[in-house]
């Protein structure tokens, strides 16, 4: 994979849990990671999950995870849904000390019986976790509660092994030690960011800085302070009718031909084509709604 980036939670609550039900979602998320195990049950349309070992491709009925920490993309069509559950894993250890020290994985042989029902389990969980979130009653944040947690015991039980935890520890420290300054670059992606200030930020010389760098995020700084400016700038051009060399400046981009190298080699299109696509597409969108208000009265 050629881009990192840390992505902040926000949905996680007092216990550690994130519920989402997402849908019209972007096409495309570039690769990042964050502390919370990530489980996915897919409901809807085409979805790939990216990791550096393999692509994971998921229809309808299909749950997968990802670990905490763990470098991944997405690739989505617009109609994609699914139902997002988190899981934090520094809140899981007050029930299961080394919670933080599991990987998990639902990849198992279909003849071991075990696993298959607790796939299956899981499965059910989810979807009344997805009912639930659809048709909330009056008990439905403490019934959801319940399973979240029964969901994680079926996780620890059946589909988890341990990490080598002097590997793990030295890896989770270098991240947690760039997650301030990759949460500063998220917020101030558009100013000036340069080299020297990153480091003295870290209490780094510059050369020991771009090592650590390179080797947690898998590319080099000014490389990863760019892929975050041309998400940015994609993420304006959906909405917004302004010009394209007015959006690029607003998030950082002085040099056109900058733009269109990663924006070509992130999304494979140059901006113009990617904000051809986003009218066609809104414009299909509007006529649906249109017909739909016709068929209506």
């Known amino acids: 994979m050629q881009y990192y980036q840390h992505k902040v939670l926000t949905d996680l609550d007092e216990t550690g849990f994130g519920v989402k039900y997402e849908h019209d979602l972007t096409p495309y998320t570039p690769p990042h990671w964050h502390k ?99 048709q909330p009653t009056a008990a439905y944040k403490l019934e959801r509660q319940a399973r979240l947690f029964a969901v ?34 998220q917020l101030h992606h558009a100013e000036e960011l340069p080299l020297d200030d990153a480091a003295s930020s870290l209490g780094l010389n510059k050369e020991y800085f771009c090592r650590l760098f390179k080797k947690n995020m898998g590319v080099s700084y000014l490389q990863y302070v760019y892929q975050v400016r041309t998400t940015a700038f994609c993420r304006e051009l959906e909405t917004s009718d302004d010009p394209i060399g007015e959006i690029a400046e607003r998030h950082g981009f002085r040099d056109p031909k900058m733009l269109t190298q990663y924006f070509r080699e992130i999304y494979g299109c140059t901006p113009s084509e990617k904000r051809k696509f986003f009218r066609e597409v809104n414009l299909e969108d509007s006529e649906a709604e249109e017909d739909l208000g016709a068929d209506s009265f």
């Open 36 to 134: 919370a195990v990530e489980l996915l049950l897919f409901v809807k349309g085409k979805s790939s999950c990216i990791f550096e070992n393999g692509t994971f491709h998921a229809k309808p009925g299909d749950i997968y995870i990802i670990n905490s920490h763990q470098v991944h993309a997405s690739k989505r069509s617009r109609n994609a849904v699914y139902l997002c559950v988190h899981i934090l894993p520094s809140e899981m250890c007050k029930f299961v000390p080394n919670f933080d020290q599991l990987s998990f994985s639902l990849t198992f042989d279909p003849e071991d019986q075990t696993k298959a029902m607790a796939h299956e389990q899981l499965r059910a969980h989810l979807l009344e976790i997805l009912r639930q979130t659809e």
């Open 152 to 185: 994680t015991a079926l996780l620890v039980k059946h589909f988890s092994q341990p990490l080598a935890v002097e590997e793990t520890t030295l890896q989770r420290s270098d991240m947690t030690r760039l997650e301030p300054l990759l949460e500063y670059i």
